[in-house]
């Protein structure tokens, strides 16, 4: 999957359950900075940031 369309999906699928990005940085122990910031485009973050992040909402991410 490209990086991009990764960031899409990790962030769609956090609007669609309905999480916060401050409720996800306090489940997932990322960073609320860290989240926002890749989910604008911005940053760059680790395979570990991304798997944290997308585990937390249910998601199976491979690289």
Known sequence: MHFNSLIYSLKERRE???V???TLA???GVGLRTL???ERG???PTAKTLNKSG???GMELTF
């Open 16 to 18: 669609i359950l309905n």
């Open 20 to 22: 916060t990005q401050e």
């Open 26 to 28: 306090d489940i997932s």
């Open 36 to 38: 926002k910031q890749f």
């Open 42 to 44: 911005k940053g760059n």
């Open 55 to 57: 585990n937390t909402l």
